[in-house]
């Protein structure tokens, strides 16, 4: 694994490199504002399965799609639902993933061929001006499944999974996952509670959409 260590933005050599390794079928190891991400590029599904190997990650289980901008989920999504597009405006860019309808074109394998996807776009300097470099990116958290997500403090090498090329950027933001929310339909249900605080998501969506904690 090609380890690169930053401190501060990434240089254009290294985002170069990344965006390389990603058009080229290989796996990611990235930074976001809540822990690190093990990703690929969003629609090759022979790197999607090597993320999986990787990761040893049950195989019903989807990824998501880490997005470079918000304008880039109407890429991904059949619709946005109200409840979609407020969180969206709200908490963009931000440690928040927006489960919706998938466009039946898009992203069947992140999604293992299911009717949703999980859409990211992390708050993250250095996050940003990788896939600025990649293109959005089918990702997971960098850690071996069931084990704790990575953060970015000590040594990572021993507990990530093996992929093509990382990036270690020191710590997270958050130091925690993304608060995951359903929006799939008319009501917006928090399937995960974290770097957000489910009760900002409940204030934003007040008269917008019904939310379920």
Known sequence: M???????????????????????G????????TVYGIGCAAEDGGAIDA?????????????????GAVDDAARFAARLSAGARAVMRHFWPGSVTVIVERAASR???????????????????VYRAIVRATGPLAATSANISGE???????????????????????????????TVLDCAGERVRVLRAGATDPALIREVLTGVAPVDI
């Open 107 to 125: 992203a069947s394998a992140a999604a293992r061929n299911g009717g949703t996807i999980g859409l990211r776009f992390p708050d993250d300097p």
């Open 51 to 67: 993320v999986y190997a990787s990761k040893r990650r049950p195989p019903d289980r989807p990824l998501s799609i880490h997005l």
């Open 26 to 33: 290989g796996t990611l190891i990235f930074p976001t504002d």
């Open 148 to 178: 704790a997500a990575f953060a970015g403090i000590g040594d990572p090498l021993e507990s990530l999974p093996v992929a093509t090329m990382a990036i270690i950027a020191g710590p997270t933001k958050a130091l925690r996952e993304s």
């Open 2 to 24: 090609n380890v690169v260590r930053i401190d501060g933005l990434p240089p254009a050599s290294v985002l170069a490199d990344a965006a390389a390794c990603i058009r080229a």
